[in-house]
């Protein structure tokens, strides 16, 4: 039996984030957030009517759950701060939340874990909604004084940092497709949004330079690598504009320090150009160090079949491409494509400089996962080991070939609640009991999963 090692150093974590797992969500002094306003007024539209007020609990929790780090084998691990805790007016810091973030981030490493701190979830501060949200500029310096703040008071526990965790989500559920708050339909808005957050992404950066010269700051993306119906030229314009919406509107201005121009010509041509200033272009330089890309599912396209101009949504460029031959996740409707992970290996090597990447996310989602659970009490997840087995098998080979890959962090470690879906679909190495004060228990994923990060690798 031979072992499939990965580089030396390798990271082998989990993600999550704030606002999917803290709880206390409207208490120690932490102001509402997007969710927090959504839910009061629309709680039919959350899965099982689950809000996000306890989400997981890990408030209360956190002291166990970072030792159940170990017990996996976690030597990484990703969650992000609440801007809404740490700054309830956007102004004046919150003492309980420092003295939180802080035990807890202490915590995680003294359980021989490094963390990774990302500032923005999706989770929207109703004070900064009710001034325009990420539709105005001024989001941008208050993202930014958030992001200094965030390092003066965390920098000497946390070196490693991310700003925003898939930033193409909040804008195209807030203002595309109508599923998050404020669910504005409007592709211009859309446009707009998305250049203030990759603006606001990089003043956090510019803060973080000055803050902590030796640290590292990156960004999570969620990358869909985009496959075509068929080799037409409509097809494959459909690819490029989805390619150009999807993945390079903000992995180019990431690593190349620019919006590609194929983008603003598109824009252009769609009369979606939105506002800028003469000195955007020098912020959008140098803010990487690293790239974070989440990974769940491809993105198959086809030519539009019935295309206006100028487009009024993402569909008047692509449509979706019902591949015939996919296969999919039956517990959670999305396709499983792992060797798209070695196609966006190469595509690191070979479009993005070879940047230094990690897997930030990727995992699978689970419905009514207790049928799965044994006599013991124990979810014996098989389908989420081979899930992975799958997708490290292809990561390898493109580490193999060259790519500049450091680690692998799977969604999640502990259930946690996902925005509208709730606790529908379960991800986690431990499963959380809603019924019974929010308890943990080991999967059988979990174990698997300590064996690989201790040796650096499993067995093929
Ligand atoms: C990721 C997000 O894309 O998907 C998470 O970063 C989210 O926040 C996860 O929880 C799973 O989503 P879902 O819809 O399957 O619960």
Redesign the pocket.
């Known amino acids: 039996m031979t072992i499939k090692k990965f580089p030396k150093g390798f990271l082998w974590g989990a993600?999550?984030?704030a606002p999917?797992t803290e709880g206390h969500s409207l208490q120690n002094g932490k102001s509402k957030t997007t969710w927090d306003y959504w839910y009061e007024k629309a709680p039919e539209k959350f899965n099982e009517r689950q809000g996000p007020a306890n989400t997981s609990n890990l408030y209360e929790m956190y002291t166990e759950d970072c030792k159940r780090m170990q017990e996996v084998g976690l030597n990484s691990y990703r969650t992000s701060i609440s801007w809404a805790r740490l700054l309830p007016d956007g102004q004046r810091v919150n003492q309980e939340a420092v003295t939180f973030y802080r035990d807890y981030f202490k915590k995680i490493k003294e359980n021989g874990v490094a963390p990774i701190i990302n500032l923005f979830?999706?989770d929207m501060p109703m004070w900064l909604m009710e001034k325009g949200g990420w539709e105005v500029r001024e989001s941008v310096s208050a993202f930014a004084f958030y992001g200094k703040t965030a390092f003066e008071l965390f920098g000497d526990l946390v070196t490693d940092w991310t700003t925003f965790?898939?930033p193409i989500?909040h804008v195209e559920m807030g203002y595309l497709y109508g599923y998050h708050y404020p669910a504005v339909t409007d592709f211009k808005k859309a446009v707009q949004v998305g250049y203030h957050t990759l603006l606001a992404h990089a003043a956090a950066v510019k803060e973080f330079r000055a803050v902590l010269p030796k640290g590292k700051i990156g960004i999570?993306l969620?990358i869909t690598p985009t496959y075509t119906r068929s080799a037409s030229s409509a097809d494959q314009k459909a690819g490029e504009a989805s390619d150009l919406l999807n993945t390079k509107s903000f992995l180019d201005p990431a690593v190349h320090g620019k919006i590609p121009q194929a983008l603003i010509d598109l824009l252009a041509k769609h009369q979606l150009t939105p506002q800028t200033q003469a000195e955007d272009a020098e912020l959008l330089k140098n803010t990487v160090d690293f790239i974070g890309l989440?990974y769940?599912h491809p993105r198959r396209v086809q030519a539009p079949q019935n295309p206006t101009l100028p487009a009024q949504t993402p569909e008047d460029l692509y449509e979706p491409y019902d591949w015939p031959k996919k296969r999919i996740n039956p517990y959670?409707g999305?396709e499983i494509y792992p060797e798209a992970l070695y196609d966006v290996a190469m595509m690191m090597k070979n479009e993005y400089n070879n940047l230094p990447w990690f897997v930030s996310?990727n995992?699978m989602?689970v419905a009514d996962e207790e049928r799965f659970m044994d006599e013991k009490g124990m979810i014996q997840d098989d389908y989420r080991i081979e899930f992975m087995i799958e997708h490290l098998n292809y990561l390898h080979k493109g580490i193999e070939d060259g790519s500049n890959c450091f680690g692998y962090h799977t969604?999640?470690f502990v259930d946690?609640?996902?925005?509208?879906?709730g606790y529908?679909?379960r991800?986690g190495f431990y499963r959380v009991d809603l019924e019974d004060h929010y308890k943990r228990s080991l999967k059988k994923s979990g174990l698997w999963f300590k064996q690989v990060s201790q040796n650096n690798g499993y067995d093929v």
């Open positions: 993600a999550t984030s999917q979830h999706f965790n898939e989500v999570i969620n989440n769940y959670r999305w996310e995992g989602g969604w999640t946690c609640w996902s925005w509208l879906n529908r679909n991800y």
